[in-house]
């Protein structure tokens, strides 16, 4: 059983930073993949990067050079460092969880770049 808890989320203008943060919990050993998902208003949910155990990540092309994830594998924790914002990335993110073969989705949490 693993829980999720999502933070860093909220109001930012075009060109500023976020950094949104995931934390896992339970009885852990070693969490396979770690990923952000993103998804607007009327869109589908879609990656937006993840990070495997050890360490290799995949962004999407939207986001590659502005964002980038990280993983503390002691922590169970997850981040995903966010530059230069642009309007186009609002959106709800997801932090999502593989662990063995189970996969674990967080609540979410709001993401607002203003123009």
């Known amino acids: 059983q693993v829980q999720l808890v999502e933070s860093g989320g909220g109001l930012v203008q075009a060109g500023g930073s976020l950094r949104l943060s995931c934390a896992a919990s339970g009885t852990i050993f070693s969490i396979n993949v770690m990923g952000w998902y993103r998804q607007a208003p009327g869109k589908q949910r879609d990656l937006v990067a993840d990070i495997t155990s050890d360490g290799s990540t995949n962004y999407a092309d939207s986001v590659k050079g502005r964002f980038t994830i990280s993983r503390d594998n002691a922590k169970n924790t997850m981040s995903l460092q966010m530059n230069s914002l642009k309007p186009e990335d609002t959106a709800v993110y997801y932090c999502?969880?593989?662990?063995?073969?189970?996969?674990?989705w967080g609540q979410g949490t709001q993401v607002t770049v203003s123009s």
């Open positions: 999502k969880v593989v662990y063995r073969y189970f996969t674990y």
